[in-house]
């Protein structure tokens, strides 16, 4: 263990996420493996160091010269990732050891989640690694991505470099979930399938993602927590510079009893849980796909200094979103009688009564959101806006182009003039030209999602994590 | 009145729902204007009947002959679509009864949503439409699809036929939903954006998709009900033969607030509504896409006879499934000991050991899968099964794609076996063959949902409609 303690968590973890030298061992010419797949994703993703193939049956994998052993590697190696039968792992971390290897990946499955005799064996590695020198990623791992070296160790292709990190003490559902985020246009800096946590666990990950300069916000699949009081004191110190959203797995009794036998951990009471997050500043979610919603609005709008939202649309969207909203716990206030009649000067004749939502009618005039968006970010008791991406019509003049570029960026510069988020929620994408005005609020990182519900979500996480800064005493 | 006592309100209805020729009174060759796009969009979706332009200040429309006034056209007329500026409609509404036009939808707005001057005007065209014997949809309706023949009244284009048939208060978010519930792969039968109801109201067209074959269930977006008894009764009638899933708009004091302005309907009170939907059998929904992800499975899947759900899948996807179904009341069986012995014997070695949700722990066999849902499907304690599309694996050999298609028809023909439900929760579509099988689940009709939560509520939708059908007195 000397060794360990002598270098920080960072330092331990920093060879892992930024490898400059990979060693497969376990590598194969088989697609279906793991350690065959592990030549292809990395290049497809374009990462730049070298990855050396270790298997002492084969003179080469995939035409690059493969090695008996770790040992026998003429280069430094910064990162092993394991995926030999579990017997063999034990072996392969001694050698591991003996090479000076700074961090492993151990995706091997078959310790502690089958029962006493992989947990015997789990001990054993853990053993080893430790008195090496070698923190690790796993074991049961499904792999990892970093963005900082566009190294993708995972079962999937394509992940998209952002500001999100997220640990998954699930593999397959994580990855999924990383996978689907990825699809609704979320980007990440980190994804970590943590498996067993013999090693480094959720509170090592975190430490390291506080002080990762590509990570502005962190999602969390959890299913236990094995250091509950290191856990809240990380994550508080965590959440003073970025915020963390979680899901946690094992909330009821039936999810509870699935828990153990996936990734044997114990879900403990969610009572527990509950309080861990309060007293640590964790935002809650309770459906798998939350969490990295809030995490694209966290990651990208400014932290707003209250809860009193204001909502921008059409009918039934506006209904929608306020009943959303208001049942998140948000405020919606009514506008004072000076806004209500400046807002009936740039509202269309057909629009009804200015009240907060505002129903904006459909308006033919491109101008007529920006200028609603406008007198509303000015008032001092509205902390943040929800708007559509304005209707822009079928007729898209060059004249008319040229009012939508100044439109998009009426709205999308308010987070920097006022210091207010802004999220959008979609509307009608086959109107031609709509999709164009979507993508212009995209560019300018002003999220979009599909659906009221998940647009009031978003600001929630935004005024929570706001309520949240206020109390640890930090800025917003 | 009195030729509209003589028809029932499915006489009344069919000729709007099954045209064979359409009157469009405001043709424009401006396709910024519905006017305009009406001769396009039939076409696309391929509609047979005729379109006859009706404008008084143009020859021809896109190139066909237009009259100058709906009594000109040398042919019979089942519906008019009227969209001309508010003050003109009471006249084309005229000449359609002296014309005999059946049915009517207009598009045109500023009438009652507007206020009093509005709410007059509205109330003329409706004394007019009614003693014509004409009823109508609208005014300030977007437009309305029916599959039956084909008919695109909408201001989107592509709507798919399929057996949902949606009803929506709200023009703009009802246009919205439909069009996110096909990108879901939903088709739909019937969808009628009913704008201020003058004419016909929900409860119109409820008692005509209870007797429309091409519909199973039914959705309904709702901001206020005019006629709060005979909506309870004939819901009520309608769940006898289908389900009836609704979202409503306004049931928090912001939300309802902005239905006034939107449309001209008092929200009422949510406990009214909510022991309205209690008493008509009505499943109610709390975000606006859920209707739609539930009448997908109610649709489709066999009505179960109690609240017992099994789940098979892996680790954490398992975990999150059984949270979310253990939240909406379902409830998850622990297994017999000879089930268990009898699961043990089909799962891999390395599985962990059989409960209630069944891990497969990602075998390598892909009989797996169909062997342990046969086992779950013949317990009696048992009424329904949520399954991942099941990992396929690298390797796709002939002989891996046959047991493929063994292995799905063993599993989809598990409802008309058993007459229990089965839904899906997707897993890592990236992974190379999962799609295919995804594919195979979906041609046979099992629905397939992106997330634990999705899935979930699908089940709970059939699993709350056989429990409404019992309270009924009818069979499953």
Chains 1, 2 share one sequence.
């Not at 770790?70 to 034990?90: H, M, N, T």
């Not at 009649?341 to 009240?355: D, G, I, Q």
Request: charged share 20%.
């Amino acid at each position: 263990m000397a060794k360990l303690v002598e270098r920080s968590v960072v330092e331990q973890l920093r060879p892992i996420f930024e490898p400059k030298t990979v060693a497969v061992i376990g590598a194969s010419n088989d697609l279906a493996k793991f350690g065959g797949r592990a030549f292809f994703l990395p290049l497809e993703t374009g990462y730049k160091g070298t990855i050396y193939p270790v298997n002492p049956n084969r003179e080469q994998i995939w035409g690059v010269k493969a090695y008996p052993s770790v040992l026998d590697i003429p280069d430094d190696i910064d990162l092993a990732v394991i995926s030999v039968v579990a017997p063999l792992v034990p072996e392969a971390m001694e050698e591991c050891v003996k090479k000076g290897v700074k961090g492993a990946v151990i995706i091997t499955a078959g310790f502690a989640e089958t029962g006493e005799e992989g947990r015997k064996l789990q001990e054993e590695v853990v053993r080893i690694a430790h008195e090496g020198g070698i923190r690790f990623v796993g074991p049961n791992s499904n792999g990892m991505w970093s963005s900082r070296v566009k190294l993708n160790l995972l079962f999937l292709s394509a992940p998209m470099p952002g500001p999100i990190s997220f640990i998954s003490q699930s593999g397959t559902l994580g990855g999924f979930l990383f996978e689907l985020a990825t699809s609704k246009g979320y980007g990440f800096s980190k994804f970590v399938s943590s498996g067993n946590q013999a090693s480094l666990n959720v509170c090592d990950y975190l430490e390291y993602l506080a002080q990762d300069e590509d990570t502005r916000a962190i999602v969390l699949y959890i299913e236990g927590i094995a250091e509950g009081s290191r856990f809240v004191q990380v994550a508080r110190e965590v959440v003073r510079r970025k915020p963390i959203v979680a899901y946690k797995g094992g909330r009821t009794a039936v999810g509870s009893r699935a828990t153990l036998s996936h990734t044997a951990s114990l879900a403990g009471s969610d009572e527990v849980f509950e309080a861990a997050c309060k007293q640590a500043g964790i935002i809650r979610c309770y459906e798998v796909i939350h969490p990295f919603d809030l995490a694209e609005a966290l990651a990208c709008q400014p932290v707003p200094k209250g809860k009193r939202v204001t909502i921008i649309g059409s009918g039934g969207q506006c209904v929608a979103t306020a009943d959303a909203c208001a049942s998140l716990g948000l405020e919606l206030p009514e506008f004072d009688s000076d806004t209500k009649r400046r807002l009936k000067e740039v509202l269309p004749p057909h629009a009804p009564v200015p009240t907060n939502p505002v129903d904006t009618a459909a308006p033919q005039d491109p101008m007529t959101l920006p200028r609603v968006a406008e007198i509303l970010a000015s008032l001092d008791y509205i902390d943040g806006i929800i708007t559509h991406a304005p209707f822009v019509g079928w007729d898209l003049s060059p004249q008319r182009i040229r009012e939508l570029l100044t439109e998009t960026e009426m709205v999308t510069t308010i987070p920097q003039r006022y210091g207010k988020p802004v999220v959008c929620v979609g509307v009608a994408m086959r109107f031609p030209g709509t999709n164009l005005t979507q993508d212009l609020y995209r560019r300018a990182r002003i999220p979009i999602y599909a659906t009221p519900e998940e647009s009031a979500r978003a600001m929630y996480g935004l005024m929570r994590y706001g309520e949240i800064r206020r109390q640890l005493g930090e800025s917003p």
